[in-house]
């Protein structure tokens, strides 16, 4: 996870560093043909049922995730060489904090206080990053974010901002389609069909903008200008592939924690491009990463306690291998209320040790004995039917691995 930030950080250096030679949404053309080449030639290699086209019941969803998140890209370029890159990066951070918003609207996914706090703390580093007029004042001299070169591609720094900001929203929403193709009862999307619709869209809407805009293409100068647009192309690959394997190796939580290393060493760019680099920049962007921080601490907090319950439950399972039904439910439900099943033990032990009679509560908690809870708060009692997969959904390891391609969760990159 690490190595998959240098190679994230490295790439929207190179951006930065082009965005006098060439236009952000040339750029990011370029990464969406690399994308496409390694995708297809992914396709050609595993040879899924339905091809590149994936599954016909999908497309919808695939065309939306490809349009949401091909405009996202081209948004992060955008803000990434109108911005400080350490400026940009902070405010497009804040993703895994909006696509926990929007998680809870839109797919009905718990909303507590850690992720009220995150949503609070998010906002308030972009403040910091941004420090609106309206809220701090004049700024002084030295102070305001400096144009140190003429970009080919000229937005003013609140439009730049909204850029950045508006990038993290698409982003998150990406996600959510991402999630909805993974669904369970849905056909099987194969990853890569996923990434080639998503190039196409951008190979669509990127030179599109570009023309439109009066930018058009530009010829590479020099054989530099050529090995910064591959750059560009390769390092995003890179990190992607390091992103994807990472997850695989680790939970989502450690995983978005590795991922702030990327808003760190953004500002570190900047100091040695030379551009200024204020407290309150740095501020901002410490307060964003505590914000994802809170994110993940809270996924790995329901992850555990999912794993504790899918255990349980399985416990119970296998010391009811055999028996009938009838007993097996009374051996659940002993185990759900404390007492033990009729002909069964005069005792039980609780998690300390000391034994308590029939009859009597039991004090053990809900997770630990794998009994039906009121997860959402809504005063529903609910268990999944298949409690080990609970677990897996939570640790984004799903079959497949739609959860794992994109870094919409974990902040730059979608």
């Known amino acids: 996870m690490a190595l998959s930030a240098v190679m994230f950080s490295l790439m929207t250096l190179v951006v930065h560093m082009l965005r006098t030679s060439f236009s952000p949404f040339m750029i990011a053309s370029v990464r969406f043909a690399i994308n496409l080449i390694v995708a297809a030639v992914t396709v050609a290699l595993q040879r899924p049922e339905h091809g590149l086209l994936g599954p016909p019941s999908q497309r919808l969803l695939l065309t939306a995730r490809a349009v949401i998140g091909a405009v996202a890209m081209s948004l992060v370029f955008v803000a990434v060489t109108q911005l400080p890159v350490g400026d940009a990066n902070a405010i497009i951070f804040t993703n895994p904090v909006v696509t926990a918003v929007l998680a809870a609207v839109v797919l009905r996914e718990a909303f507590g206080w850690l992720e009220?706090?995150?949503?609070?703390?998010?906002?308030?580093?972009?403040?910091?990053?941004?420090?609106?007029?309206?809220?701090?004042?004049?700024?002084?001299?030295?102070?305001?974010?400096q144009r140190d070169v003429e970009t080919l591609f000229q937005l003013t720094y609140p439009e730049a901002v909204a850029c950045a900001v508006l990038s993290s929203l698409l982003a998150a929403c990406a996600y959510l389609c991402v999630r909805a193709l993974a669904a369970p009862g849905r056909e099987k999307v194969d990853s890569a069909v996923v990434v080639a619709w998503f190039a196409v869209a951008g190979l669509v809407i990127a030179?599109?903008?570009?023309?439109?805009?009066?930018?058009?293409?530009?010829?590479?100068?020099?054989?530099?200008?050529?090995?910064?647009?591959l750059a560009v192309g390769l390092l995003g690959f890179a990190g992607q592939w390091l992103l994807n394997n990472g997850l695989m190796l680790e939970k989502a939580g450690p995983a978005t924690a590795m991922r702030n290393l990327d808003v760190v060493l953004a500002f570190v760019?900047?100091?040695?491009?030379?551009?200024?680099?204020?407290?309150?920049?740095?501020?901002?962007?410490?307060?964003?990463?505590?914000?994802?921080?809170?994110?993940?601490?809270?996924?790995?907090?329901?992850?555990?306690?999912?794993?504790?319950?899918?255990?349980?439950?399985?416990?119970?399972?296998?010391?009811?291998?055999?028996?009938?039904?009838?007993?097996?439910?009374?051996?659940?439900?002993?185990?759900?209320?404390?007492?033990?099943?009729?002909?069964?033990?005069?005792?039980?032990?609780?998690?300390?040790?000391?034994?308590?009679?029939?009859?009597?509560?039991?004090?053990?908690?809900?997770?630990?004995?794998?009994?039906?809870?009121?997860?959402?708060?809504?005063?529903?009692?609910?268990?999944?039917?298949?409690?080990?997969?609970?677990?897996?959904?939570?640790d984004g390891r799903t079959s497949s691995s739609l959860e794992q391609l994109d870094d919409t969760e974990l902040g730059v990159v979608v």
């Open 269 to 394: 760019y900047q100091a040695v491009l030379g551009e200024a680099v204020t407290w309150w920049a740095v501020s901002g962007a410490a307060v964003v990463c505590a914000a994802t921080l809170l994110v993940a601490w809270g996924k790995m907090r329901g992850g555990s306690s999912a794993a504790a319950a899918g255990a349980a439950a399985a416990a119970v399972d296998s010391r009811t291998d055999g028996v009938p039904d009838a007993q097996r439910h009374a051996t659940a439900a002993a185990s759900n209320s404390g007492s033990p099943p009729s002909g069964g033990h005069e005792g039980c032990m609780d998690p300390a040790g000391s034994s308590s009679a029939a009859g009597e509560p039991s004090h053990r908690s809900d997770a630990a004995l794998g009994s039906d809870s009121d997860s959402d708060g809504d005063g529903l009692l609910r268990r999944s039917p298949d409690a080990g997969a609970l677990p897996r959904l939570l």
């Open 116 to 145: 009220g706090a995150a949503l609070l703390l998010g906002f308030g580093g972009v403040v910091l990053v941004v420090r609106p007029e309206f809220l701090f004042g004049p700024v002084g001299p030295g102070e305001a974010p």
């Open 207 to 229: 030179p599109s903008v570009a023309f439109a805009s009066g930018q058009g293409f530009q010829a590479p100068a020099d054989v530099l200008s050529v090995a910064g647009l």
